[in-house]
C-alpha cells in the first residue's frame, strides 16, 4: 500500500495527499511487486534497495546513489520481541518510508501525535532516527526492569517456566545488540554521507551516544542474565544430586533387611533357627550394618 502526505512549515497538520506531490512523505506498507516496479519506474529508484526493505533478515546499511540516500535500519516489530527492516529513502523532492508492517511511531506521525515536516527532509530524517531510537530503549529498558524484578522470586521458584522467560528474554536482548550495533555504524555512514547543519550534526553525536548506551545495557543485561542463569542451574543441579544421594541411601537402607530377611526365609536348616532370641539378634545385626553404613557417609561427609 503507498499513500502520500504532505505537511509544510505553514501547515498546521499532516494532510494525506491524493497523489504525489513535490516535498512529500512517500508512506509505503508491504507493498506488492507490481507496487515496488512502481516506485522502482516512477520516482528512478533502485528496485533492490527496495526489496531490500522487505526482507525481514536484511543488514541495517546506508547506500548512496544519485537518486538518493538508501537507509536500511532495524525496527521493533508488534510484539516487540521481534525485529523488522525499515527502510528510509532521501531524495531531492521526497521522503519514503517502508516497511512490511506499519509500526506504531508511522502511525503516531499520521495521527498527529508526533509532528513531522515532510517538506524539511532532513529534520524528518532526524525525527525518524530519534523515535525509533526511542522505541528500542523503552523495550530494553522494560526487559531490564522485568530482569531485575524477577531476580530474587526467580532464585526462590526455581521453575522450568522461569527458565524459559529467561532464554526468551536472553535471546531478544542479543537481537537488540546486533540492531544497536549496526545502527551506530549506520549512524557514521549518514554523518559522512549527508551534508549536515551543526545542529543537526550534535543530533546525530547524541543519537550515536544513545545507541552505544544502549548496546551496553544490553550487554550488561545480558551478562545479569547469562550469571542469573548460571546459578539457577547450579542449584537445580545440587538439588538434583541431593534428591538422588536421598534414595540411594533410602534404597540401601531397605536393601540390608530385605536381603538378610530373605536369607532367613528360605527353607533349609539356618544358624539360630532353633534359637528363641534370633529375631533379636538379626535386627541388632541390621541396626549394626545402618549405622556403619552412616558412619561411613558422614566420614566421606
Not at 506488492?32 to 533478515?57: A, C, F, R
Request: aromatic residues 8%; glycine residues 2%.
Amino acid at each position: 500500500m503507498i499513500t502520500y502526505y504532505k505537511k509544510a512549515l505553514k501547515d498546521r497538520k499532516l494532510k494525506k495527499l491524493k497523489s504525489y506531490e513535490k516535498g512529500c512523505w512517500v508512506n509505503v506498507v508491504n507493498p506488492t511487486e507490481k507496487e515496488i516496479k512502481y516506485l522502482s519506474e516512477t520516482y528512478e529508484l533502485d528496485e533492490q534497495n527496495i526489496i531490500s526493505g522487505t526482507d525481514k533478515n536484511e543488514i541495517p546499511r546506508v547506500e548512496k546513489s544519485e537518486e538518493g540516500i538508501y537507509i536500511l535500519l532495524k525496527i521493533l516489530s508488534p510484539n516487540k520481541k521481534e525485529l523488522e527492516t525499515f527502510l528510509i529513502v532521501i531524495t531531492k523532492n521526497f521522503i519514503l518510508t517502508l516497511s512490511r508492517t506499519q509500526p506504531k511511531f508511522i502511525t503516531n506521525l499520521i495521527d498527529g501525535t508526533t509532528k513531522f515536516t515532510t517538506t524539511l527532509k532532513i529534520t524528518s530524517l532526524l525525527k525518524l532516527l530519534a523515535t525509533i531510537n526511542e522505541e528500542f530503549e523503552k523495550a530494553t529498558l522494560r526487559i531490564v526492569r522485568s530482569v531485575n524484578s524477577e531476580k530474587k522470586s526467580l532464585i526462590d521458584k526455581l521453575s522450568e517456566r522461569d527458565i524459559n522467560s529467561l532464554l526468551l528474554q536472553e535471546d531478544t536482548l542479543n537481537n537488540y545488540v546486533s540492531s544497536y550495533y549496526y545502527t551506530s555504524l549506520v549512524y557514521e555512514r549518514i554523518i559522512k554521507h549527508i551534508k549536515l547543519l551543526d545542529e543537526d550534526k550534535e543530533q546525530m553525536e547524541d543519537l550515536k551516544i544513545e545507541a552505544r548506551q544502549g548496546l551496553d545495557l544490553c550487554r550488561a543485561s545480558l551478562k545479569k542474565i547469562s550469571n542469573l542463569r548460571n546459578h539457577l542451574e547450579v542449584t537445580l543441579s545440587n538439588k538434583l544430586n541431593k534428591l538422588i544421594t536421598a534414595l540411594t541411601v533410602f534404597t540401601i537402607l531397605i536393601t540390608v533387611p530385605a536381603a538378610i530377611s530373605g536369607i532367613y526365609g528360605m527353607n533349609i536348616t539356618l544358624p539360630l533357627q532353633n534359637n528363641p532370641f534370633a529375631f533379636y539378634y538379626i535386627l541388632a545385626s541390621i541396626v549394626a550394618i545402618w549405622g556403619i553404613f552412616i558412619f561411613y557417609l558422614k566420614q566421606k561427609n
